[in-house]
């Protein structure tokens, strides 16, 4: 009972849209009201601003964080990879803001961050490598992604230090996610493939217009 109970609760944590609340309850707006209509962060900077989009950003991720550490928390042989992606599924079906949610990055992040803290600095870094060479937050959430799921089969040959054990769950939940990933930003992609994809303010390819993500 307390298993399923903790589950309920990760689904919970994951749900929570940071970006809906935040926006009404200190801007009395509804982002899904405006740019792009989406809950996560990068629409949340373009609406309300960047102290707004970091906060929204760090709620996404620590919820996904807390949920996946809720077994560690709670003493339960279980591995909080369940929780970890009960949480994503929360973020991307919440039953807080009608089961319409965000695209499952940030909380996705935030699962690595509660399993392994190096092996999410490491995923970071790539991220932010890929952001600053295309200033498109689209691009680097898509290769980061990809990244990931490959590095959960190599790195524990490659560099252990990172990911010392194979984790055939954390391959199939990151094979899962990147294909959410994917589909969620096929306008995104299309947009890309235009030309026409809009740029963060941010390294070699900043624009003035932001990522609609």
Same mark, same amino acid.
């Given at each position: 009972?307390?298993? =399923?109970?903790?589950?309920?609760?990760?689904?919970?944590?994951?749900? !929570?849209?940071?970006?809906?609340?935040?926006?009404?309850?200190?801007?009395?707006?509804?982002?899904?009201?405006?740019?792009?209509?989406?809950?996560?962060?990068?629409?949340?900077?373009? =609406?309300?601003?960047?102290?707004?989009?970091?906060?929204?950003?760090?709620?996404?991720?620590?919820?996904?964080?807390?949920?996946?550490?809720?077994?560690?928390?709670?003493?339960?042989?279980?591995?909080?990879?369940?929780?970890?992606?009960?949480?994503?599924?929360?973020?991307?079906?919440?039953?807080?803001?009608?089961?319409?949610?965000?695209?499952?990055?940030?909380?996705?992040?935030?699962?690595?961050?509660?399993?392994?803290?190096?092996?999410?600095?490491?995923?970071?870094?790539?991220?932010?490598?890929?952001?600053?060479?295309?200033?498109?937050?689209?691009?680097?959430? !898509?290769?980061?992604?990809?990244? =990931?799921?490959?590095?959960? !089969?190599?790195?524990?040959?490659?560099?252990?230090?990172?990911?010392?054990?194979?984790?055939?769950?954390?391959?199939?939940?990151?094979?899962?996610?990147?294909?959410?990933?994917? =589909?969620?930003?096929?306008?995104?992609?299309?947009?890309?493939?235009?030309?026409?994809?809009?740029?963060?303010?941010?390294?070699?390819?900043?624009?003035?217009?932001?990522?609609?993500?």
């Amino acid at each position: 009972m307390q298993t =399923v109970l903790l589950m309920v609760l990760a689904y919970l944590l994951g749900s !929570i849209p940071s970006g809906v609340w935040i926006g009404k309850l200190f801007f009395h707006k509804d982002i899904r009201d405006y740019g792009s209509g989406n809950t996560g962060t990068t629409n949340t900077f373009r =609406v309300l601003g960047r102290p707004a989009g970091a906060i929204v950003f760090l709620m996404d991720l620590l919820k996904g964080t807390l949920a996946t550490c809720l077994p560690l928390i709670f003493h339960l042989n279980i591995n909080p990879l369940w929780f970890g992606l009960i949480a994503v599924i929360g973020h991307t079906l919440p039953i807080f803001a009608g089961f319409k949610g965000g695209k499952a990055v940030a909380t996705s992040a935030g699962m690595l961050l509660g399993y392994s803290p190096l092996f999410f600095f490491y995923s970071l870094l790539f991220f932010l490598i890929v952001l600053y060479l295309s200033s498109m937050v689209s691009v680097a959430s !898509i290769l980061a992604a990809i990244f =990931v799921t490959i590095s959960t !089969i190599v790195l524990p040959s490659l560099w252990p230090a990172i990911l010392p054990n194979h984790n055939w769950l954390l391959t199939l939940i990151c094979l899962g996610l990147t294909t959410y990933i994917i =589909v969620r930003h096929k306008d995104n992609l299309q947009r890309i493939k235009n030309g026409t994809e809009n740029r963060v303010s941010f390294g070699l390819n900043k624009g003035a217009k932001k990522n609609d993500h």
